[in-house]
């Protein structure tokens, strides 16, 4: 270490003065003549010699100064006050502050702290491998610049084939309980705890003097530590608090840190601290109240305060002062163990940035336009790896798999078509189309999703294809999510058979299986239904049935597909809501045959098309993206909760007119059995309170299918005026005369949920109006709210859900094969447009991933798909 020269000053205190001055006169670049690079270029020898701590001249030496922004100069030069600042306390003659203050041995130290820390018993860890020529505080600042990333990795590049999927253990401090508690973040290797990224960044990076602190502006303080006590308070002096008065030449500041007693303990006296937090005002004095905080020793760089600082997802027991630290030491002793994933030809398309810079980056990013670049790398290569496992599934999927070819015979069609009491759109006809053209294909076997809003008439496109398997001797079927869906579509189905007429049915057998006489096709067609409450006796003639052949089409529940099912010549099977269904139970269905039958799922809940090629990038998709002519828009207005009355008041008027009307209660996601309690709470209070002069009826998760029956039956038929129900109206019957719904807890539904859910009136001639109370409605929920007002596009409004709340919310938590994307976003299309056509091009020229430079992306796409299995097991 240089010492300091008392009688010509040194390039420290020179840029010391420089940089007063530059502050004073607003970063204006005009402190030196000539500018300041002039001066830099001029003692860039000096310094370089002067200091072994050559990362951090490196790092502040980057850019001209010229060409930085006034943000960046300001940051730039407070790095270097930090730097100047332990020169000159390290440098300080022997007298005042040294004895209490003592950092210089600390700095001694140094060489001595990074060799420590290296764990012994880490054989593989590069620290050790590595030669050590920089003795001194050789990490002490994060390589800022992509420059010095690469020198770095290049440095390191792994002759030691550093390997990052080792237990996350391996990390100082990480101990069997912290390993368990990571493992709830699905942290357990390095590599993973590399790829938990911050939920978001707190912006810390200026430092203000203590005299410029303004109340509830965030800001950064390094001060001096004057005094610290540990405090009682709280209630009974329980809590055990921490009070500590900091100083800088410009003014002290009282600190306080609730609940923390044993930081008295680790802050001492006369050591510098930075704080980062908002100061408030206590007894006209400004405090700051629990502010995040980092001991500044000079070998360490921040990384709690003075940056962006990461803020993690918590668990418990696991601080975001732990995590910063283990991911800090993860970067940086492992990051070089990161190798580019993505070709050379590939990358260019991703933004650019190379892996370990954007894994850094997306942690401790320099700047806030640096992080966005690196999450843009970081999202592409999430999308890129889902589009190149979903384009191999496909074609794993498709080889060797034969499929039986169905020939479409347009004159059944065509009579199926005008037997109909309504026209097909042209979207319905399209959508018949692209079946028909899969089955006709028949190898391999046709894998659509058929997506179309409630009321778009899927139930019929999925009948016309259907019929067309049917003419040909096969069996088809339709698994449904609920009891009240399966007997509706196979009242549906009999009715739609039958033309409008009810002379065919067998009225004796009509409420588990019909036959209709099909003229076109020349023959009797039977249709059965099949669920959980179907009796025993029932259950075995359908099952026989089926089982010989005779039963054409089956409809039902996940009755379906039990072991006792068998349908040896089921060559289409639909599956309608088909989210509701798990991969497994899908191909369940498919498997009760000896066939492998075409597959057509068919979804109201709209999906955007980032998420389709997401989650069904393996799906062909058709849309039925018009409705039947003569649909009306459902009148739709958020409510204060201050309005419950009139909204009662207006659903009473509607009654009084001779319609009738739905009350939706608030979803529960507890358990059902609370949720049909609190429905039925409600069902008294408005049946006994508000409206004891209506007929009220109830519906809820918890009757069995015949009494949902009986309920929906009645409100069909018009003996029920209201009907308060929870969300399994969601899949209920049409009735026409129904003119109102009112929502309450309207917040606590998808967007797409509730538009399902209005879709229930609207179904006949009548105006129909939709009201969403919410009694606590958040900022975020009223917006939703309100988005639903004037969007009536089910796939507008699912853009919108999704870009409000996340895919993991657009269908629940973890719904079947939703991949956990963390740095993508649902309105990342662009991004994923880029991946897809990237994945296209790797799976063109490599499809099995086979060629040497594919081998990080094999590897990905493995981990991927083994992430992806877990969370559907
Ligand atoms: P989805 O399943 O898509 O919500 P459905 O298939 O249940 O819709 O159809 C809703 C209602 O619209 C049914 O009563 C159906 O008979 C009717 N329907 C279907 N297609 C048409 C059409 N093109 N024109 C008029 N009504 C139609
Ligand atoms: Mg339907």
New binding site residues.
Partial sequence: MASSNRASPTWQEILANILRLEESRGFEDRAVVGGLDKFLQQWSAAMKESSADTALIKNLDRKPYAEMAKGERRRWSQRWNIYLEDYSSQNEPPGNEQPQNQPSPKHKNTATQSARSTKPDAPVKPAQSKPSPKPKTAKAKPPTDSQTVKSNANGKKSPTGLQLDVPVNRLRGVDTKLSAKLARLDVSTIRDLLYLFPRRHQDYSNYTKISKLVPDEECTVIANVWEVQALSGGRGGKRKDTTAVLGDETGNLKVIWFGQRYLAQTLKPNSRIAVSGKPSVFRGQLVLLSPDYEVLDNEQTPIHTGRMVPIYPLTEGLSGRNLRRFTWQALQEWLSGIEELLPSEILPRSGGMPLQEAIRQAHFPDTPELWEQARNRLAFDELFTLQLAVLGRRKHRNQDVTGVAIETQHQVLEDFLSSLP????NA?NRCVRDIMTDMERGTPPMNRLLQ?E???????VALAALLMVVAQGHQGAIMVPTEVLAEQHFHTVSRLLGGSSDEAKDEAKSDYLVTVNLESIGRQVSVGLLTGSTRAARKRELTEMAASGTLDLMIGTHALIQSSVSMPKLVLAVTDEQHRFGVAQRSALRQRSEESPHALLMS?TPIPRTLSLTLYGDLDISTIDEL?AGRQEVATRWLAPTSREAAYGFLRKQVLEGRQGFVICPLVEESDVIESKAANEEYERLSTEVFPDLTVGLLHGRMNAKEKDRVMRKFRDGETAILVSTAVVEVGI?VANASVMLIEGADRFGLAQLHQFRGRVGRGEHKSYCMLLSDSPSEVAKERLSALEHIHDGFQLAEVDLELRGPGDFFGTRQSGLPNLRMAHISDRNILESAREAAAQVMEEDPELKSKKHALLAAQVARFLDAVTEENS
């Fill in positions: 309504f026209k097909f759109t319905q179309g409630v009321g778009s008439g899927k139930t019929v109201a039947p049409d």
